[in-house]
């Protein structure tokens, strides 16, 4: 009776690589995708990389500044204003409108993870941007100093701490609430992974900023950088496991593809550098070889999530077959 | 304040209207879709919508493919070697044979290369090869079990609206008449709102510079310009066959539950209504459906449910992830020196 179904239905297979599971029978038009993939380009996968890494540099900064730590606290708190500062620019450059950026700021909705979101960062943004302006400005040479009036030196100077620990005070929501932008949408692979995914964030985000803070500063003060980038790096990995068990057919397209691909090597440069960071206590060059291959794997675990969201919702399969299961179990 | 989730009697009022009028729907009877799409042409019209691609998609006589921001209306033609109901046949001079539906259709799909999910919105990525040719199997079978499902398809104004819900801009919005708009002045092209939608429906309109409104979201809405004025949404007036039925919502659903009474009591026992449901997952839909299949068979969702519904559970996440994070910053300095 149903040829034509059934041909629908054989249809569904699609995508590269081993099946983690067996091909579901399911129907569609013509195999088109139910849903739309997010129009976003490289700009969004590279804004939650750069934001982790922006949020964990500001609570390490902030950590070496009460602790004494003065080069820690330098690479932290400059590596936060560029992360945040290449991150603001990806996120207006995304917009259909970017002359619209501000209309950002008409309203503040809790219903919509992009707008807090832009609260959040509005919060941070100056408050890093402090910080790392003072660093900048001790750095550099006396001539570019010269050009600044004293009150300005002396504000950046006096402002520095309490800009650098109120950044710190706003950063972990910095990390996390970018899994639920993602986690908040009809995107099969991003919305199943909801309970875990801020987890996977925070700890991709804890391994990132430790990374740069080994690759960034000397031994001597190395030592906060490192456990929070082991930690992290742990909590990444450990947690990314559970999160794929708990997926059911959306954590297919994590293993395939480019997303397959993005993941495997953020999992291993991520264990090679948990695993370098830890041996590497005593070595400058393997503690900064270790700091780059987390950072690696951190931009990786993002990349690598963003695309299996994206061919998630390009493939009929992963919207209709679990809908479906649950409507038959209901019966 | 709106309630994420379950049945919204009066969904102006809770988006805080005072004294709306009732709301406002469509109830598309694909019972009677004769696939004209007149509803496709009027919408384009009306509403000022630029061309979606002037593409062969090789999917019967669907050469428009999918909702997106330049197709508000979206007629699918689905091709089936089933009766549709009691019919007869009434002539004897009916060709034999299995139909050649089925290998066409083949020869089609065969014929398309690219990126599938760009259909109807990007004419670019999909390319079309040579069509192979087709063997039909030959025999002198009567072909008497075949039946064409046409059905507009349109955006459905959900009681709970994900894209409304996760707008950065407030630009989405819900009106009096409970349906959901696009403030074109407001909205920056965050694009939030298409990955959100349940049914794939809103869109980022692409095109030239100098395209009307490029860059932005772009849907359906309800011709909330000819409801100010109490006249029917343009496709409603176009349609021939009174399958696209505007008017009350409440209204609406008793019409469409009599129409699939009737479809039942004559035969057709395939009929069923979907999105009518206030209790389903996205709090029933303001534009719902007579289907004569499953709703994946239309390209639609079998059982859509608004991402907002587990919103809670997300921040509360979120919530105890930040602070792990913090922990682990904290623990990070305590205790030893190096």
């Keep these: 009776m149903t040829e034509v179904k059934r041909r629908r239905r054989a249809r569904g297979g699609g995508g590269d690589g081993a099946p983690v599971v067996p091909d579901a029978k399911f129907s569609s038009y013509y195999g088109r995708p139910v849903l739309k993939a997010a129009p976003w380009e490289k700009d969004i996968p590279a804004y939650l990389f750069l934001g982790g890494l922006a949020a964990g540099s500001s609570l390490l900064a902030a950590g070496a500044d009460v602790?004494?730590?003065p080069a820690l606290r330098r690479s932290g708190r400059l590596g936060a204003l560029g992360a945040i500062?290449?991150?603001?620019?990806?996120?207006?450059?995304?917009?259909?409108?970017?002359?619209?950026?501000?209309?950002?700021?008409?309203?503040?909705?809790?219903?919509?993870p992009m707008s807090m979101g832009t609260w959040i960062l509005s919060l941070y943004g100056p408050a890093a941007g402090v910080a790392g302006a003072a660093e900048l400005v001790a750095l550099a040479p006396r001539w570019i100093d010269r050009l600044l009036p004293r009150w300005a030196r002396w504000?950046?100077?006096?402002?520095?701490?309490?800009?650098g620990l109120s950044a710190a005070a706003i950063a972990p929501a910095v990390a996390s609430y970018t899994s639920v932008l993602l986690a908040d949408t009809a995107t099969p692979s991003w919305h199943e992974a909801r309970r875990e995914l801020p987890f996977v964030f925070v700890g991709s985000a804890a391994a990132a900023s430790g990374g740069l803070g080994l690759l960034a500063a000397p031994l001597a003060e190395a030592g906060p950088a490192r456990r929070l980038a082991v930690t992290g790096a742990v909590a990444e990995l450990a947690v990314s496991s559970r999160m794929e068990r708990s997926m059911g057919l959306a954590a297919e397209p994590l293993h395939q593809g480019t997303a397959g691909t993005?993941?495997?090597?953020?999992?291993?440069?991520?264990?090679?550098?948990?695993?370098?960071?830890l041996a590497g206590s005593r070595s400058r060059v393997v503690s900064a070889i270790s700091g780059a291959a987390l950072l690696a794997?951190?931009?990786?675990?993002?990349?690598?999530?963003?695309?299996?969201?994206?061919?998630?919702?390009?493939?009929?399969?992963?919207?209709?077959?679990?809908?479906?299961?649950?409507?038959?179990?209901?019966? | 304040m709106t309630e994420l989730f379950g049945p919204d009697p009066s969904v102006a009022s809770s988006a805080g209207w005072a004294d709306p009028p009732p709301r406002k729907g469509f109830f598309t009877d694909t019972s009677v879709c004769i696939g004209c799409k007149a509803c496709e042409v009027a919408c384009k019209e009306w509403n000022g919508v630029p061309d979606d691609g002037f593409n062969l998609l090789g999917s019967s006589y669907d050469n428009t493919g999918a909702l997106g921001a330049s197709t508000w209306r979206h007629v699918a033609f689905i091709e089936q070697p089933r009766r549709s109901g009691n019919e007869q046949q009434f002539f004897s001079e009916l060709p034999v044979g299995p139909s050649a539906t089925d290998a066409l259709n083949r020869a089609g799909d065969a014929?398309?290369?690219g990126d599938r999910s760009a259909l109807g919105t990007n004419t670019e990525a999909v390319a079309i090869q040579a069509v192979p040719p087709t063997e039909l199997p030959e025999s002198g079978e009567p072909?008497?079990?075949?039946?064409?499902?046409?059905?507009?398809?349109?955006?459905?104004?959900?009681?709970?609206a994900a894209c409304l819900d996760v707008c950065p801009t407030g630009s989405l919005f819900r009106t009096e008449f409970g349906t959901v708009v696009v403030q074109d002045d407001i909205c920056n092209g965050c694009g939030y709102c298409i990955p959100a939608c349940p049914f794939g429906v809103i869109d980022r309109r692409t095109g030239d510079p100098g395209t009307k409104n490029v860059g932005i979201a772009q849907k359906c809405t309800l011709c909330y310009d000819r409801l100010e004025s109490g006249h029917l949404p343009a496709c409603a007036q176009a349609c021939p066959t009174e399958s696209i039925q505007f008017g009350d919502l409440d209204e609406l659903r008793v019409r469409a539950q009599a129409r699939v009474d009737a479809l039942h009591e004559a035969g057709v026992s395939s009929a069923r209504l979907?999105?009518?449901?206030?209790?389903?997952?996205?709090?029933?839909?303001?534009?719902?459906?007579?289907?004569?299949?499953?709703?994946?068979?239309?390209?639609?969702?079998?059982?859509?449910v608004v991402t907002t519904r587990d919103l809670p559970q997300m921040w509360q996440q979120a919530g105890l992830a930040a602070v792990s994070l913090l922990a682990g910053a904290v623990a990070a300095f305590v205790g030893r020196k190096r």
Excluded at chain 1, 301 to 314: D, N
């Design chain 2, 143 to 160: 072909r008497d079990e075949i039946r064409w499902l046409m059905s507009s398809d349109v955006c459905k104004h959900c009681t709970h």
């Design chain 2, 111 to 113: 014929a398309l290369s």
């Design chain 1, 297 to 331: 794997g951190s931009a990786c675990t993002r990349f690598g999530i963003f695309e299996a969201g994206q061919a998630s919702a390009r493939d009929p399969k992963y919207t209709v077959v679990p809908q479906r299961n649950r409507i038959d179990a209901a019966q």
């Design chain 1, 262 to 277: 993005l993941i495997r090597a953020s999992r291993a440069l991520t264990a090679t550098g948990a695993l370098g960071a």
């Design chain 1, 85 to 112: 500062t290449l991150s603001l620019a990806a996120l207006v450059h995304d917009l259909g409108k970017p002359s619209r950026f501000l209309n950002m700021l008409r309203v503040a909705k809790p219903t919509s």
């Design chain 1, 67 to 69: 602790t004494n730590r």
């Design chain 1, 155 to 163: 504000l950046l100077t006096v402002l520095s701490t309490p800009a």
């Design chain 2, 274 to 304: 979907y999105l009518d449901d206030p209790n389903d997952g996205i709090g029933g839909a303001g534009a719902f459906f007579l289907l004569q299949d499953d709703p994946e068979v239309y390209g639609l969702p079998p059982d859509p």
